[in-house]
């Protein structure tokens, strides 16, 4: 097999703000995987507030030998080769959605049926809303109207978020919510302000805290009016295992777990555990978001909005109607280069 990767800049539509970082794009690096005349894309991600960098990341791939392997039906060998390496899981998860797309265009079967998910169309998802300004705020809720579920990104301004909040309730009937990238420093008022988001019919809580405070945590899960999931404390199924008593579920992500097979892994450990599972994304094109809807039938939540705010976006394949993700029955990812 060949491997061919190359850097690319995704630009976004408008700025983008979370508690952590404020920007206008993301580094990216597409992976392309070819063999026997076939091509397998993936796709690394690197939002600023990731320990992992894309120069690394590129360095990582630059070391690679996959010559020496005949086919991707070896996958499990790759696989053995690639754990060799740390970190670098972005990077892990191109390849392995490369390794993913060849095998299900070798196979002629699309990537969902290889995990044998039962997917039927639709698949909802919510619709991502960062910081800003009303006037930001009300041109983002014009673009979410087909949309049945809202996401809003919050921080550690209490009146800004009270203020949010209200002003989404008075222009929009969907159902919220919203993720702190943790942005509180303080349990006693992150349960006060979780009352108060309960009190608003707010549907659950994403990382309101930072990860260092466990203990916290474990006392905000057993006090919770509403459900809590992990986002930035859960990395990889061991953060599951360690942290189960910390929230009530975990978002899922393959630039932080290293690609769709390990995210399966984890979607079934968060399962055996009784753990809630939301499905998300970082800001991705359609490459990496079609490789991540081949496992939304197994989760609770799904969080699949990352491409719509891209304007140069490299690949087609998912389709949105309504607000809900529609499958294509093209084999692998799905995805076509433009």
């Known amino acids: 097999m060949q491997l061919k990767f190359y850097p ?20 990216i690096i597409y992976v392309e995987l070819e063999w026997e005349g076939l091509i397998g894309f993936g796709e690394a991600s690197f939002p600023p507030y990731m320990k992992e960098k894309r120069d690394d990341n590129l360095l990582f791939l630059q070391r690679l030998n996959f010559e020496q392997f005949e086919s991707p039906l070896q996958k499990i060998l790759i696989e053995k080769y690639l754990e060799k390496f740390e970190a670098c899981f972005p990077a892990k998860a191109a390849l392995d959605m490369a390794l993913l797309d060849l095998i299900g265009k070798f196979s002629n079967i699309p990537l969902h049926q290889y995990f044998e998910s039962s997917v039927s169309n639709p698949i909802q998802t919510s619709f991502t809303i960062g910081i800003g300004e009303d006037d930001f705020i009300l041109r983002q809720l014009k673009k979410a109207q087909e949309f049945k579920s809202l996401k809003i990104k919050l ?16 222009h929009s009937s969907q159902i919220l919510g919203v993720d702190f990238n943790q942005g509180i420093n303080d349990a006693e008022v992150a349960m006060n302000m979780i009352k108060w988001l309960y009190e608003k019919g707010v549907a ?3 990382q309101p805290m930072p990860k260092e405070m466990k203990v916290a945590y474990r006392w905000l899960k057993q006090n919770s009016p509403l459900d809590i999931y992990g986002d930035e404390s859960i990395q990889h199924a061991s953060d599951i295992l360690q942290q189960r008593d910390l929230f009530h579920g975990v978002n899922i992500k393959l630039m932080k777990c290293g690609g769709v097979s390990n995210a399966y892994q984890m979607i079934q450990t968060a399962r055996s555990l009784g753990l809630k599972v939301m499905l998300g994304c970082m800001a991705e094109s359609t490459c990496a978001i079609n490789a991540a809807a081949s496992l939304a039938k197994f989760c609770d939540r799904v969080d699949l909005d990352g491409h719509l705010m891209m304007t140069n976006d490299l690949f087609e394949g998912v389709d949105i109607e309504n607000g809900d993700i529609i499958l294509n029955s093209l084999p692998g990812l799905g995805v076509v280069k433009k």
């Open 155 to 170: 921080n550690g301004d209490i009146g800004y978020n009270q203020h949010v909040i209200d002003y989404i309730k008075q």
């Open 8 to 27: 690319y800049d995704l630009k976004f539509d408008e700025v983008f703000a979370v508690a952590v970082a404020t920007r206008m794009g993301t580094d």
């Open 204 to 206: 659950y809580v994403e």
